[in-house]
């Protein structure tokens, strides 16, 4: 007896249920922190510029270090995830990101900001 599951109309029959609606809710909260990340380095950027003494153009790597780090942790998280599994891989880059993040606030040099900005990027990414 071979039945033939169609996943299409099972997902169109079945009411959301609160888990999808948290999931969403996480999924959406997790856009706007990265939404807001990317954005605050930009807004923060002069103020990195005085505090630090650098010319504009040393802003340049803190500016691409979450972008690098996003695209890196995009191949390589997905490859960690087929090794240990989807959730630990999501639920992982969630905390490096949000971790990283929060640690950007309380870097005192160019250095610690770029590496923070890089790894919250590779948790992002993933």
Not at 19 to 39: N, S
Not at 117 to 125: D, E, N, Q, S, W
Request: charged residues 10%.
């Amino acid at each position: 007896m071979n039945k033939h599951l169609d996943i299409a109309s099972l997902i169109d029959r079945e009411p959301l249920r609160l888990y999808q609606w948290g999931i969403f809710l996480l999924c959406f909260l997790t856009a706007v922190f990265d939404g807001f990340d990317t954005q605050a380095i930009a807004f923060t950027g002069p103020a990195i510029v005085a505090t630090f003494g650098l010319r504009p153009g040393d802003l340049a790597p803190i500016l691409i270090a979450g972008t690098l780090g996003m695209t890196i942790g995009a191949m390589t998280l997905g490859l960690i995830g087929d090794r240990v599994g989807r959730r630990p891989a999501l639920l992982g880059g969630v905390a490096v990101f949000s971790v990283a993040s929060l640690l950007t606030a309380c870097a005192s040099s160019t250095a610690q900001i770029l590496a923070l900005r890089f790894i919250a990027g590779l948790g992002m990414g993933g």
